[in-house]
């Protein structure tokens, strides 16, 4: 069975020089990959070239002559670069052309050229940016929001732990993944009000069979692997993630740093240069690179602006992945059979930014 | 010049057999210090035989008769246990036989027995934690709120940050210390309201040469040391705390791992042991142990409730540095000169928790 991706070639601080080489190393190593790489045809074809990958079957070019930038403002992206690499990769999926979308742009852009092109799954008031982190058990804590939605009300957090629990039961193939709703104790009277809230809504969901809520979770519990899944608003998501990265930068640090201090700890680490080299792989955060925006009618996955080709090509295969897993029709079918659909709540108007000349869809 | 210290010997997972062999090093080391062990005095005696420091002549016992456990809900440590060891140690300072208080005890009790003891200082809403976090450049980086205020207004956030200023000033001997905004993104926009908003009452301070803001900071910033000061409200900051513990301990538990997975490994952590060791002790959280619980008149540290003697003693030296530095002096002024005074709204209502029983004080 053959998965289609579009790759939003121009996105990232790198560009063709990223995306090209690892969407080439990635069709080599997945014979179902067939690959649309999306942006300015020259810069593409030159990257293909230089990789000998100009006549792969299997990788096309659709030439698109704008590229939102990093710094580009949302408006910018949505309403002035009609033509960028971001768009046209994300409508093919609409198109039907491709069954997931990867792009390593902004991902205030992407999030609201996404649901804007596509829309959200009725149901799902907003869609969630959800991250695979790495645990002590090496199967990884699903955590979302991480920064698509800074206030959350009760429903949202709901509607997050659904599309979780659905999209790990079909990448991890469990039947009932846990859910922990991520707060400052485990206590039931802990936390704030919203978090109550959800805790209520969860519980309820957890009797009727519909959820496996394991209860609050803690910090520590998304690097303990407490759970398969870690909701929480995307403010507190966000900063989490980007606290972990820093802090995981800083002890990696130390450790480079302790065995270069004098001959003796450079001979150690000369012997047990095996462990330090698989320290340094599995504190790589590249491993996990590779954000799915769930809530949307399309499957959309976001690559760190600063990943190289390794890492970009772990994004790929994470969209991959849920391709074929059909990930899409699971979190649809989940969300179809709790909430009664809302088809006006999808769309642009609640990307804050509306686009009037372009014909609305349903 | 020499500081009093009560302690409040009976807290934490362990009581008197960590408190006592930490509080016996301490005074030992510092010639300026005097403690009050408080607790019940068979078994602190016990401890201090033990060590041979029952004739210490710069340690003396004030006997408590109950001890707040780790499970005490707030109502307990409150109003019916009020010859608690805790209780009884805060109450020193109010009594003007110490300058400072340390307790291992549980921290929302901590928190509203400091608070309903010592009242608020004038001007100031809530009471915050404050946790000294390590940071790229080796000297840290001071974080609050961690835990006491889950919901937080502009205000809040704004007299977080004073206080916090005034305690890095006095501590770190920094005349101008940098503040930095917890948020998603360093752009003005970027957050939720409330962020935005004390954004704009830090930028006010920052140009009538109050406060030295930064401006926006992200999580990593927390590690990179970008600030000396990050503010935060008390769910984020206790989320990011554990989550970082939660890292720690994972990436820690790696290393080890690798250099114990074949033979040649073990030789090359023979040969840089001194690495490991090194490597070790950087990542070891005890010394970074003792929060600050600003905002109250008087000051109280809170030592991590499984912490070690080693641990401990490292809460002892910050709660010793503090009065030293004369932190309550500047945190009072500096807040008295930017808030007007309210004396209504410091005091034991704002905890929550009431204590007809005992007459209120100024």
Known sequence: MTIKISIDCMGGDHGPSVTIPAAVSFVNHEPDAELILVGLEAEIGAELKKLNAHNHPRLSIVHATEVVTMDDPL????????????????????????????????????????????????????????????????????????????????????????????????????????????NIGEEDIKGNEVVKQTAALLRADHERGILNFYGNVEGNDIFEGTTDIVVCDGFVGNVVLKASEGLGRFLKNIVKSEFKSNPINMLGAIIAQGALKSISQRMNPSRYNGASLLGLRGLVFKSHGGEDAFGFEWALK????????????????????????????????STGVTEPTQQKSA
Chains 1, 2 share one sequence.
């Open 75 to 182: 408006e910018v992206a949505l309403r002035r670069k009609k033509d960028s690499s971001m768009r046209v990769a994300v409508s093919l999926i609409k198109e039907g052309k491709a069954q997931a979308c990867v792009s390593a742009g902004n991902t205030g852009a992407l999030m609201a050229v996404s649901r804007y092109v596509l829309k959200t799954i009725p149901g799902v008031d907003r869609p969630a940016i959800c991250f695979p982190m790495p645990n002590q058990k090496d199967s990884p804590t699903y955590m979302l929001d991480l920064g698509a939605n800074v206030d959350c009300e009760p429903q949202h957090l709901h509607q997050f732990a659904l599309m979780g629990s659905a999209l790990v039961s079909a990448l991890e193939e469990k039947t009932k993944p846990t859910v922990g709703l991520l």
């Open 318 to 349: 994470r969209a991959f992945d849920a391709a074929k897993h059909d990930v899409l029709a699971k979190i649809s079918t989940t969300i179809a059979a709790l909430m009664p659909a809302q088809e006006g709540t999808a769309g642009a108007e």
